[in-house]
């Protein structure tokens, strides 16, 4: 018995292995996918069939390795939905990633943050003497006194 499993994981490895190349880094969808809720059909359908694979080894309609290989064929089909509908769906629907909005809130910071017109360090609000060169200024940005001059 155990060695028919360890038989098992290496049939599934080995298809995995075997498939790997085929499947990673697509960033196109995949051609049965032309739309966002078409890749939504596939992957109900693919995970209909796995419920439907289920049943069948459970009254024993199938070998394992059959089981196995038809389940394997069936997850990947339904990631790559999953992925398809990422790619396909309408831009509204969209949610910003995290990331992006980090990033743009920090651009529009650094766009607001006043810097020493001299050596370009970055300043606080309402600061009217950089720390680092000693440049003093008014409200407006006009240098008043710098100590390079
Ligand atoms: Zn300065």
Request: glycine share 6%; proline share 5%.
């Amino acid at each position: 018995m155990e060695a028919f499993v360890i038989g098992l994981l290496l049939v599934v490895v080995c298809l995995g292995v075997v498939s790997w190349p085929f499947f990673r880094k697509r960033s196109v969808p995949s051609a049965e996918a032309e739309s966002f809720d078409k890749a939504v059909g596939i992957q109900i359908a693919a995970s209909q069939e796995l419920k439907a694979l289920e049943a069948e080894r459970a009254v024993g309609e199938m070998t394992e390795a059959e089981f196995f290989t038809r389940r394997n064929q069936l997850r990947l089909a339904a990631a790559h939905a999953l992925r398809d509908q990422d790619l396909l769906r309408p831009q509204a629907q969209r949610t910003p990633d995290i990331e992006s909005e980090v990033l743009a809130a920090r651009r529009g910071r650094q766009a607001r943050q006043p810097k020493c017109p001299v050596c370009s360090n970055a300043l606080l609000d309402g600061t009217v003497e950089c720390p680092r060169c000693g440049t003093l200024f008014s409200k407006n940005g006009h240098v008043v006194d710098s100590p390079n001059r």
